[in-house]
């Protein structure tokens, strides 16, 4: 068998990668073979790239400028070697176990259990890495898809299902998996805990993605999201479906119904300001409603349409 390889995809993110990159470290030492370590960098230029030679010496960087998220997994796909592909994600802390414990489940993609935590300062990311506890036995449960942390791929995924669809700036992981089950491959998360940390807003993904990058692909984003929709989805669906039912039959009563629809804007544009907030409506528009138009799905529809 081929030395397994990790990937690790970060751009401007030494605020936690130098936290991450210890618990990478630590659980590369746990596996006691060697480890093909890969760090694909977005254009960073607040000296991610040096951490990781500090921390990592022994791993490659590549440099990716300007890649959006599901671009910078591929180019992981392409530039690595081993039977197995685990990526680790700049904002993810996992404890020693996590590499050793993926690794010995042998199935085609497995990962972590993710937790999303927010923290407001150092003290909060110091507390967690204290408290990152090995589970001694942990439990395999199968899922149609898994949310990305700690991710182990079988090589045989990409050759049998393709790569990431790169225009998926959100959803890229639960697209490949589903895409990987309508295959006829299984997904499956341990209970080991992994931990995604995030900073209000400056990790929101909607918030900081172009929007002529945001759009691209947006029907399948929603697609995905009307079968595999969060809390926050939810509400976010069931907010803008109101809205427009709310603009469409009030015109019976009266003509300035549909002035309803600016609601949402207003609320963007008072929250992220004039031009980010207009942006930010459109984004939301978009996606909420074409979520809400796909819902309900079921997972044979998945199939005939990704």
Request: aromatic share 10%; charged share 25%; net charge positive.
């Amino acid at each position: 068998m081929s030395s397994p390889s990790v990937a690790i995809l970060g751009k401007n993110s030494r605020w936690i990668l130098k936290y991450s990159l210890r618990a990478v470290r630590s659980a590369l030492q746990e596996v006691g073979r060697d480890v093909e370590v890969v760090y694909v960098d977005g254009g960073s230029t607040d000296g991610s790239k040096e951490l990781v030679r500090e921390f990592l010496p022994q791993a490659r960087i590549i440099d990716a400028p300007g890649t959006n998220i599901p671009e910078a997994r591929n180019i992981a796909v392409k530039e690595t070697s081993g039977e197995y592909l685990v990526y680790w994600d700049s904002d993810i802390l996992a404890p020693p176990s996590a590499l050793k414990a993926l690794l010995q489940q042998d199935k085609p993609i497995v990962a972590l259990t993710r937790r999303d935590i927010y923290v407001a300062s150092e003290e909060d990311i110091q507390n967690i890495m204290a408290n990152l506890g090995d589970d001694p036995s942990p439990t395999l449960y199968p899922a149609p898809f898994v949310v990305f942390s700690v991710t182990l791929f079988h090589r045989d995924v990409f050759r049998k299902v393709g790569l990431f669809d790169e225009r998926m700036t959100q959803a890229e992981d639960r697209d490949i998996c589903l895409r990987a089950y309508c295959k006829g491959f299984q997904s499956f998360y341990i209970s080991t805990a992994a931990y995604d940390i995030n900073r209000k807003r400056l990790s929101d993904v909607p918030v900081t993605t172009p929007l002529r990058q945001y759009l691209r692909g947006i029907h399948k984003k929603a697609l995905i999201y009307a079968y595999t929709p969060s809390r926050r989805q939810k509400i976010n669906t069931a907010i803008f479906a109101t809205v427009h039912a709310t603009a469409v039959l009030g015109m019976l009563a009266t003509p300035l119904a549909p002035l309803v629809e600016l609601l949402p804007l207003v609320y963007q544009m008072m929250r992220y300001g004039g031009r980010k907030g207009a942006e930010m409506y459109i984004k939301a528009l978009t996606l909420y409603t074409l979520t809400a138009l796909f819902m309900p799905l079921r997972l044979k529809d998945i199939c005939a349409w990704i």
